[in-house]
């Protein structure tokens, strides 16, 4: 998905809107690992961070990650066998409802392999669409303040 800023296995720490800090795993692919941890003060060592469960890997704007970001980063961590291998993700066309699921490939002379898919096969993965920085630190906030997200809602699998 583009040039990247951050290179796999860099951890950023992200600032949120209610003064406590998120963390965020860079992957192959362009894709984003978003972790299941909030720490209400800054951190300087990611070794806490090595184990912690992923809430969810989508893409994002690559000035997230750059020079004037608020999203600073920590440190590196290695990744795991499961980090290494790209998400599939479902697309909806929004006249017909058509679902495909698109996955990253290198092996693939394009890139990416997409294939028809069914609702079922659909049913929780994240909306292809890269995500910007705000709208991530909505969701981080949302997600440990125990609330849905809006932004979660809109990109939702519509039956």
Same mark, same amino acid.
């Given at each position: 998905?583009?040039?990247?800023?951050?290179?796999?296995?860099?951890?950023?720490?992200?600032?949120?809107? &209610?003064?406590?800090?998120?963390?965020?795993?860079?992957?192959?692919?362009?894709?984003?690992?978003?972790?299941?941890?909030?720490? &209400?003060?800054?951190?300087? &060592?990611?070794?806490?961070?090595?184990?912690?469960?992923?809430?969810?890997?989508?893409?994002?704007?690559?000035?997230?990650?750059?020079?004037?970001?608020?999203?600073?980063?920590?440190?590196?961590?290695?990744?795991?066998?499961?980090?290494?291998?790209?998400?599939?993700?479902?697309?909806? &066309?929004?006249?017909?409802?058509?679902?495909?699921?698109?996955? !990253?490939?290198?092996?693939?002379?394009?890139?990416? !392999?997409?294939?028809?898919?069914?609702?079922?096969?659909?049913?929780?993965?994240?909306?292809?669409?890269?995500?910007?920085?705000?709208?991530?630190?909505?969701?981080?906030?949302?997600?440990? !303040?125990?609330? !849905?997200?809006?932004?979660?809602?809109?990109?939702?699998?519509?039956?």
């Amino acid at each position: 998905m583009g040039k990247l800023r951050a290179k796999p296995g860099e951890v950023y720490e992200i600032p949120l809107s &209610d003064g406590s800090f998120g963390y965020v795993k860079c992957l192959p692919f362009g894709e984003y690992s978003f972790l299941d941890c909030q720490s &209400d003060k800054s951190v300087e &060592d990611v070794e806490f961070l090595q184990g912690v469960d992923s809430l969810f890997r989508v893409w994002v704007m690559n000035y997230a990650f750059d020079n004037k970001s608020a999203w600073r980063k920590i440190g590196v961590l290695d990744l795991t066998d499961k980090e290494m291998q790209a998400s599939p993700f479902f697309k909806q &066309d929004q006249l017909s409802g058509r679902l495909t699921i698109y996955q !990253e490939a290198t092996e693939s002379p394009k890139g990416y !392999e997409e294939r028809p898919a069914t609702f079922g096969e659909c049913l929780g993965l994240e909306r292809a669409a890269v995500w910007k920085p705000e709208h991530i630190v909505d969701r981080l906030v949302d997600h440990f !303040e125990g609330r !849905e997200n809006k932004w979660v809602r809109s990109l939702a699998l519509k039956p």
